[in-house]
């Protein structure tokens, strides 16, 4: 017996209706929506798992009937959209803050699926296996005795199938009515035993104390907390009743119970196996972008620019990770959930990015080779899979960057060597090497011998007021490195150091090195006592 429920209505009454039903869903990213109606073939599905082993003497498994639908949708846009000014680029020698800009965007998806449909085949349930609970309370057990004439229907539907790949339906109903204080146990045996066999072979009843049973009922009726653990199942599973025959159920359902902890409740086992086989979906995308104007650095050295331009593609490619086929519930599930999706699901990922940074002026002083042409280019590329054994962040962590530059020859080369040169340097090791110069030249014996008619040195200035704040610049700057990471910090921190204007008027790079004259002028006045060494004057030969 087959029941219809009038509120679900098909959409369709033929393939043809079918594609009139997509066309305002996929118009217009599918041009052929003839080639969405399914075809009915004979497949072969030993590769598909849809028949167990040990009922495939009775399922024509190398030649199953199949309705396969191909999916191939492609969907192409392009927009305008605002270069934000918290946009960066950076590499590890270099990075720039873009000003507000333009950029236009250009992508295209594309998704080819099949779904292949595979009819007639056992129950798509956990092994093939169709089962009823109970709903007993805390004050009840499996042995709890029925008011007489308790009753209780059990219809079981399913096929008789043959090895000449035959068959036929079977449909089956039985009631049993209880006995005075027949424990409810013994009346489900005795309703199971009323069946004739293949039928009552099939079926099985297990009492069991599960917390899961218990779990499900609470899922089902949050309020009722009084539901006993000790449950009882009924069960129906295929049975062989020949050699030549098996019994598959497909249903059974308990109907017409006068039992409240046994109500009318049914399962069904889908005969059908949707498969998703060979899903692709594409993704590929480019960029560019317009601004008049970045900051930034390239190693300790400001920069400033008012011509940038910059470029990026990607392509992504999802499909399966090994089989060329996925149960629907499975494909279903991976997109859903994260961990399944690496286990089933392969996504290929590449991304090459290029940011041009020209109309160059240094922000400390400008630099001689600096020249109309100038350009730094910012390099950014990454490729690789994400599946069960690549994780997404790693892959992320693979991006390289590089920086190069375009212009003239002497441009280049200075750079290059500059960011050779400055790749291990930092600008605390510039601080500590001023304090060792200072301190170097305070301890010459030219800096030491006294000065003409007086008691003190060249020394005194030194020790007194550059060293002191050469000192000071050096706490500054080491142990402050995130906010003086560039020269124009370091200037600044210097300036405030020594209470001086223009501290570092001078700044050259050549041959890839970096200069940076500190000058620091003071004028000074001390008391000091007059000698008049003659001695010191007119030194004796």
Not at 200 to 227: A, G, M, R, Y
Not at 327 to 356: D, K, M
Not at 418 to 424: A, G, L, V, W
Request: hydrophobic letters at 40%; glycine letters at 4%; aromatic letters at 8%.
């Amino acid at each position: 017996r087959v029941s219809f429920s009038p509120s679900l209505q098909p959409l369709f009454a033929s393939w043809p209706d079918f594609a009139s039903v997509l066309q305002p869903i996929f118009s217009p990213f599918i041009e052929d929506l003839v080639a969405l109606l399914p075809s009915t073939k004979l497949v072969d599905s030993t590769d598909y798992d849809v028949v167990p082993e040990y009922l495939s003497t009775v399922y024509p498994t190398t030649n199953m009937t199949a309705m396969q639908f191909n999916l191939h949708a492609q969907f192409e846009d392009s927009f305008v959209f605002n270069v934000l000014s918290n946009i960066a680029a950076t590499s590890k020698f270099a990075s720039m803050q873009i000003e507000e800009g333009m950029g236009i965007a250009n992508f295209s998806a594309s998704v080819n699926t099949g779904l292949t449909l595979f009819l007639d085949t056992p129950p798509n349930t956990p092994n093939n296996t169709l089962a009823l609970l109970s709903g007993l309370e805390s004050n009840q057990s499996t042995s709890t005795p029925l008011p007489e004439n308790a009753h209780v229907t059990l219809s079981v539907i399913g096929q008789m199938r043959f090895t000449n790949m035959t068959s036929r339906f079977v449909v089956t109903e039985r009631t049993a009515t209880a006995t005075a204080d027949e424990p409810f146990d013994n009346f489900m045996r005795r309703l199971v035993s009323l069946f004739p066999d293949p039928v009552q072979s099939c079926l099985f009843i297990t009492e069991h104390t599960s917390q899961i049973t218990l779990l499900l009922k609470k899922l089902l009726d949050p309020s009722d907390l009084t539901v006993s653990e000790t449950q009882l199942t009924l069960s129906a599973k295929p049975f062989q009743s020949s050699p030549t025959s098996w019994f598959v159920p497909s249903s059974i359902e308990i109907k017409d119970s006068s039992l409240s902890f046994m109500s009318n409740q049914t399962h069904t086992g889908d005969r059908w196996v949707p498969m998703v086989t060979t899903p692709k979906l594409s993704l590929d995308g480019s960029l560019a972008i317009r601004a008049l104007g970045a900051s930034g650095n390239v190693a300790v050295l400001d920069l400033a620019a008012n011509n940038i331009s910059g470029s990026a593609s990607v392509s992504i490619n999802v499909s399966l990770s090994s089989k060329s086929h996925l149960s629907l519930t499975s494909f279903l599930s991976s997109i859903r959930n994260t961990n399944l999706l690496r286990s089933n699901l392969q996504l290929v990922a590449e991304f090459n990015g290029q940011l041009t940074v020209g109309g160059l002026t240094a922000a400390v002083d400008t630099l001689e080779f600096l020249e109309e042409d100038s350009a730094l280019v910012l390099n950014a590329s990454m490729g690789g899979v994400v599946d069960a054994t690549h994780s997404l962040n790693a892959l992320i962590d693979s991006t390289q960057y590089d920086v190069s530059f375009n212009g003239g020859i002497d441009f280049i080369d200075q750079m290059t060597a500059f960011i050779d040169t400055m790749s291990n340097a930092t600008l605390c090791d510039i601080a500590n090497s001023l304090l060792s110069q200072v301190s170097t030249v305070a301890e010459d014996e030219s800096s030491t011998t006294r000065l003409p008619f007086v008691t003190s040195s060249f020394a005194t200035v030194l020790t007194e007021k550059l060293e002191p704040g050469a000192q000071k610049l050096v706490d500054s700057v080491c142990g402050n490195t995130t906010k003086t990471n560039t020269l124009r910090t370091f200037c600044e921190v210097a300036t405030n150091v020594f209470d001086l204007p223009n501290i570092c008027d001078l700044l050259t790079i050549e041959e890839g090195k970096l200069s940076v004259s500190v000058q620091v002028l003071h004028e000074l006045s001390f008391v000091d006592s007059f000698v008049f060494d003659t001695n010191a004057i007119f030194p004796t030969v």
